[in-house]
């Protein structure tokens, strides 16, 4: 793909899910379903480019020459916590993929990221991954998260998230140029306090009723 390239889904479905999901009434059973669907509509989206291989299989009535994947399999990669909502949507479309995870946290003071927790598998360069986070905001986290697995010699890398802001996407693109993003949405600015607006609120506290 070419460097700084967004592709936010256009689907009527993730449209009309994404509304709900914004909506401040939606309880969290429901934010979390909603999350999981668009995530794995998502996933179809980002998907589409994955490698095939010719193969001789048997049906019940023939051999035949078909297509499969090629190649290790995807490794899904959740920035913890609210990334695992839009990993287990995923996971549905794609079970075998590998999972790993990073634990970032957002320094209230400075908005910049802080790494506390990194499990990924030990072949992780040899695999296509994809980055999922809910929210795109200051993109501080993210580039940081793709920082830390580009150390670990992973080249091919997406990033999926719901909701993307402009400020988010430059970070992202000004730090990793090579990384292209797909959101469900993509919205208008961040508030002073680092959220996006007209957002969904914090996407970790609606999946988890933490709020």
């Known amino acids: 793909m070419p460097s700084s390239e967004l592709i936010v889904a256009s689907h ?3 449209q009309h899910k994404v509304s709900l ?27 589409r480019d994955l490698p095939l291989e010719a193969v001789t299989i048997e049906t019940p009535l023939t051999p035949m020459q078909t297509n499969m994947l090629a190649g290790k399999k995807v490794c899904l990669v959740s920035i913890l916590r609210a990334g695992n909502g839009l990993l287990e949507g995923m996971l549905d479309l794609i ?5 790993g995870h990073i634990g970032l946290y957002r320094d209230p003071q400075t908005l910049r990221p802080v790494e506390y927790y990194y499990k990924v598998p030990s072949d992780i360069a040899e695999r296509p991954v994809i980055v999922v986070d809910p929210m795109l905001a200051t993109g501080n986290s993210t580039a940081a998260a793709v920082a830390r697995l580009k150390e670990d010699g992973v080249r091919d890398i997406k990033f ?10 430059k970070t992202l693109h000004d730090a990793h140029p090579d990384v292209p993003i797909y959101a469900a949405a993509l919205d208008d600015h961040l508030n002073e306090h680092g959220y996006i607006l007209p957002g969904l609120g914090d996407a970790g506290d609606r999946l988890f009723g933490t709020r």
Do not use: H, M, Q, W
């Open 21 to 47: 999901l914004r909506r401040k009434e939606t309880p969290t059973a429901d934010f979390r379903r909603l999350v999981n669907e668009v995530a794995l509509l998502l996933a179809y989206e980002i998907t």
């Open 160 to 169: 999926a998230c719901l909701i993307a802001a402009p400020e988010g996407i």
């Open 95 to 99: 079970p075998s993929a590998r999972v």
């Open 12 to 14: 009527p479905l993730v």
